[in-house]
C-alpha cells in the first residue's frame, strides 16, 4: 500500500466505484475498506463529518472526499503515473467542464427518495451526496424509467434517451471521451453502465439500438482490467435486484 492510502467505499456506490478504477488504472495499492450504510463506521464520520458519504480517500492520514475530486487529486499527487486528465490546458478545460456540465445537471435523489420504500432509499440516497449530485440522465430520467408508469413512463424515456444521444454525440467517432486513452470522463461515467440492464429491462428500452456508438464505448472501456474489477465487486445484478424488488412493492409487475 502506497503512502497509508485508504478508501472508504460501498459495494455498488458508483462514485466508489470512479475511485476504485482510477486507482487500479494507475497501479496505485490502497486498502479498501467496506462501509455499512445502516451503520458508518467512526472513522468515516470523522474523516467526513460533512456529509458522512463515501467515497473517502485518505492519505497520510487526511481525507479527500467528492468523488471528481478525489480522481483530480489522485491525478495531481500520482504524476508519475498515465495521467486522467489531459495534458493540453484547452482538452482538460474541456474534460473538466463536461464533468461539470453532469453534475449541474443532476435533480437531487433527496427531492423524490419519499416517494419510494425504503430499500431504495436506503441504497441510492446513501450513495448520492447533497454537494456530489449526478445528472439528470441517471437520477431524473432514469428514476422514473424505474419507478413510473404510463404516461410519465414515456416521458421518461425520451429524457433518458436524450441525455444518452447527448452523451454520444459529445463522444462522436473517438475511441474515449477524451480520444485515444482512457481517462477523466470515461473513469466519470463508466460506473453508470451497470443501470443499463434495468433501464431496458423496466423501460423495455433497446440502447445500443439508439446509441451503438455508446455502447461500443462502453464495451471498450469493460475489456479494461480495471473498469472489469470494479464491475466484478458491483454487476449490473446487483442493481436489478434492488430495483426489481422495490418495483414489486408498489406494485409495480409490469
Not at 29 to 49: A, G, H, T, W
Not at 171 to 190: H, N, S
Not at 195 to 218: M, N, Q, T, V
Request: contains cysteine; negative net charge; glycine residues 6%.
Amino acid at each position: 500500500m502506497e503512502d497509508g492510502l485508504i478508501l472508504l467505499g460501498y459495494n455498488i456506490s458508483m462514485f466508489a466505484m470512479r475511485v476504485r478504477i482510477a486507482l487500479d488504472e494507475k497501479g496505485i495499492e490502497y486498502e479498501y475498506r467496506e462501509e455499512r450504510l445502516d451503520n458508518k463506521s467512526p472513522l468515516l464520520l470523522e474523516m467526513n463529518p460533512v456529509h458522512q458519504k463515501v467515497p473517502v480517500l485518505i492519505h497520510n492520514g487526511k481525507p479527500v472526499s467528492e468523488s471528481l475530486m478525489i480522481l483530480e487529486y489522485i491525478d495531481e499527487v500520482w504524476k508519475d503515473k498515465p495521467p486522467l486528465l489531459p495534458s493540453d490546458p484547452y482538452q482538460r478545460a474541456q474534460a473538466r467542464f463536461w464533468a461539470d456540465l453532469i453534475d449541474k445537471k443532476a435533480r437531487l435523489f433527496y427531492e423524490y427518495y419519499s416517494k419510494y420504500p425504503q430499500c431504495v432509499i436506503v441504497v441510492f440516497a446513501e450513495l448520492i451526496a447533497p454537494h456530489n449530485a449526478y445528472f439528470q440522465i441517471y437520477i431524473n430520467g432514469g428514476r422514473r424509467v424505474w419507478f413510473s408508469k404510463g404516461e410519465e413512463l414515456e416521458a421518461a424515456k425520451k429524457e433518458l434517451m436524450d441525455g444518452l444521444k447527448l452523451l454520444e454525440g459529445e463522444l462522436g467517432e473517438k475511441v474515449y471521451f477524451g480520444g485515444d486513452k482512457f481517462g477523466f470522463l470515461d473513469v466519470a461515467l463508466i460506473p453508470f453502465y451497470n443501470c443499463f440492464d434495468s433501464f431496458e429491462s423496466c423501460g423495455k428500452l433497446r440502447i445500443e439500438e439508439h446509441c451503438p456508438k455508446l455502447i461500443a464505448w462502453a464495451k471498450r472501456c469493460m475489456e479494461k482490467e480495471s473498469v472489469s474489477k470494479s464491475f466484478a465487486v458491483a454487476p449490473p445484478s446487483m442493481i436489478d435486484e434492488y430495483i426489481l424488488m422495490t418495483r414489486k412493492k408498489n406494485g409495480n409487475t409490469e
